[in-house]
């Protein structure tokens, strides 16, 4: 007798029947399955000509991946200054999104959905990538970081707090960038509103000590983001919008008192609001999990839309978290860098390619687009 039992079903022979494998909507999004590809920096768009993504390289990069079922972009700085890194990607211009257009082209036409991560970086930045300026954040408090930039390893200089007035300017650029992401024909966008950068930045009392409406109080800490969020889901609608969160990683130098209570009454925000995902990176950022200060299952319940889970899951971990219901969908990072057919490799149980760590940000197609499918 051929019974269906959830054990049987996660034997090798039925991979379609695991829940990890099987189709999903994302708000307005539907996804062929429930892995996603994380926002990965890969540092290779076109500097000189104005951080313009769209090369041979950076399209057949995304097409490689395209099984997954969603795939969220490397981040794409909103505005000049909002930029961190050499070679990061914009989407403020109009020569960015027609190099956008080429890349969510490909993406379609494989079979998967694509977001764009906006994002910007405040204070995790240097003049020499900024054109000379002086980064903003919402306290002048200088992270204990140094910058990568053409002139060498450099420390991170103490960031100039941005008045109210220019905090509104940051708002519209968001929006901006999210109706630049549907213009250029991305199926949505991921507000980045973790890992130390903007947003967090306004969120956690480590960096924000303001005494305005934006400081203080769990309320006001999270009005930046909000903002953001009401804006990017004005211009595009609920449905496409999602939001990645950290609430206790300690990258890019940011703390805070109380991640429960903050990211708790964000979570509640956020819902009133319908977004159609939160991305958790649960743990430290490409470190351990088990970091203590957030109940991210409570959030998982709390929250009415998609939760995203990202941070260390290998093949048995997301099986078993969706399976389940402790996510909705599964997020991998360097498995995706090093395995362009993730998806299929992990319904076959094959091997996985190791990432170069050496390559993650070098340019050209070394450690991009020649790792092996099988
Ligand atoms: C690694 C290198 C550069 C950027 C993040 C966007 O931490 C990043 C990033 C990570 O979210």
Excluded at 114 to 133: C, E, F, M, S
């Amino acid at each position: 007798m051929h019974t269906r039992s959830p054990i049987a079903a996660t034997s090798d022979s039925d991979m379609d029947a695991v829940a990890l494998f099987q189709p999903a909507r994302i708000g307005d999004i539907r996804i062929a399955n429930r892995i996603v590809m994380a926002p990965l920096t890969r540092s290779r768009a076109d500097e000189p000509m104005g951080d313009i993504p769209g090369s041979a390289m950076n399209i057949a990069y995304y097409r490689q991946r395209s099984t997954a079922g969603l795939i969220i972009s490397e981040g794409t700085q909103v505005s000049p200054t909002g930029k961190g890194y050499m070679a990061t990607p914009g989407i403020y211009s109009d020569e960015q999104v027609e190099g956008w257009k080429k890349i969510t082209h490909a993406v379609h036409e494989a079979g998967s959905k694509i977001v764009a991560q906006i994002w910007h970086v405040g204070r995790v930045t240097h003049p020499d990538l900024i054109g000379g300026a002086q980064p903003v954040a919402p306290s002048a408090v200088q992270p204990k970081l140094v910058a990568y930039t053409r002139n060498g390893k450099a420390e991170i200089p103490v960031p100039r707090a941005l008045s109210i007035a220019e905090i509104a300017v940051i708002v519209e650029e968001f929006r901006r960038g999210a109706a630049n992401a549907m213009r250029a024909g991305f199926d949505g966008v991921e507000i980045h509103g973790a890992n130390g950068y903007l947003v967090d930045q306004f969120l956690r009392d480590g960096a924000n000590q303001r005494t305005d409406m934006y400081g203080g109080s769990i309320e006001n800490r999270c009005r930046f983001a909000l903002e953001v969020v009401d804006a990017v889901v004005a211009e595009i609608g609920a449905g496409r919008v999602g939001i990645r969160l950290s609430p206790v990683t300690p990258a890019n130098d940011l703390q805070d008192s109380d991640p429960q209570a903050l990211f708790g009454y964000l979570v509640d925000a956020l819902n009133q609001r319908g977004i159609a995902f939160i991305h958790f990176i649960e743990g430290a950022t490409g470190g351990p999990r088990d970091v203590p200060g957030f109940d991210f299952s409570a959030a998982r319940q709390a929250f009415k839309g998609t939760y995203i889970a990202n941070n260390g899951y290998d093949r048995e971990m997301a099986i078993d978290a969706v399976k389940a219901g402790r996510a909705d969908a599964v997020a991998f990072g360097r498995l995706f860098i090093a395995n362009p057919d993730l998806v299929e490799r992990l319904k076959s149980k094959a091997a996985l390619n190791q990432a170069n760590p050496r390559t993650f940000y070098s340019p050209g197609p070394v450690g991009y687009i020649d790792y092996p499918a099988l």
